[in-house]
């Protein structure tokens, strides 16, 4: 069963640095999703993104947050400089339309340590 | 008022039991209520969809939703150890894909 992968699985950077989170979403799917997860907290929505553009964004996605599809199979998020509260898990998830009936499917995520 | 509201727990039940797991929220705006199920250390992972109220079965599962109250629920019949896990509610408004979850339900089922 096709399924979405992310890496890697655990990554550990220094406040100020920029790190990039990689997501190979379900090949046939056009609409990508960045989640985040800080410990003991809910799941929260960060950007969609479709056809090479961001869709929606949250309060949380601000200028040090971007997105890209760089090529035809990965989605990826980048944090410019990292501050100690982006430490969370964070999901990343696709689905095939935006429609009435499709679903989200969601990685195993990537868990991001800031010291 | 919380847009949505679900009981953290931890919950722990014996095997074989019947589970009820609840999520209130505020918004009349949603439209698809879902529940996942996140092991831990994992994904969320869908277990049901729904975008009306009433209930939908699905083997030992049960989405009941009450658009009126804006209450959901989810039913997990015979329980067993290896339902053990967090169980989100999530919702989602008629138009756009971002999901809005809830806190989360940590349920413990004991063999």
């Known amino acids: 069963e096709p399924e979405v992968t992310q890496t890697p699985s655990h990554q550990v950077t220094q406040m100020g640095q920029e790190v990039i989170l990689r997501c190979v979403p379900i090949s046939n799917h056009l609409y990508f999703y960045w989640y985040r997860q800080i410990l003991g907290q809910k799941v929260e929505f960060l950007v969609s993104f479709y056809n090479n553009e961001i869709s929606e964004k949250s309060e949380i996605f601000d200028d040090q947050f971007s997105v890209e599809r760089p090529d035809g199979s990965n989605f990826t998020l980048k944090i410019r400089s990292t501050k100690l509260e982006d430490s969370a898990m964070y999901f990343c998830?696709?689905?095939?339309?935006?429609?009435?009936?499709?679903?989200?499917?969601f990685g195993p995520g990537t868990r991001l340590t800031v010291l | 008022q919380k847009e949505v509201e679900q009981d953290p727990g931890p919950l722990s039940v014996p095997e074989g039991a019947i589970v009820s797991l609840n999520c209130t929220y505020s918004n009349s705006a949603f439209q698809y209520f879902m529940w996942y199920r996140q092991y831990s250390r994992k994904g969320p992972e869908l277990l049901m969809y729904t975008y009306s109220s009433g209930n939908k079965e699905d083997g030992r599962f049960t989405a009941q939703v009450d658009k009126s109250s804006k209450y959901i629920s989810l039913f997990i019949r015979d329980s067993q150890p290896s339902d053990s896990a967090t169980y989100l509610c999530?919702?989602?408004?008629?138009?756009?894909?971002?999901?809005?979850f809830g806190q989360g339900t940590e349920l413990s089922v004991k063999p």
């Open positions: 998830a696709s689905s095939r339309l935006a429609g009435d009936t499709d679903t989200q499917y």
């Open positions: 999530a919702f989602r408004y008629n138009q756009g894909g971002k999901l809005i």
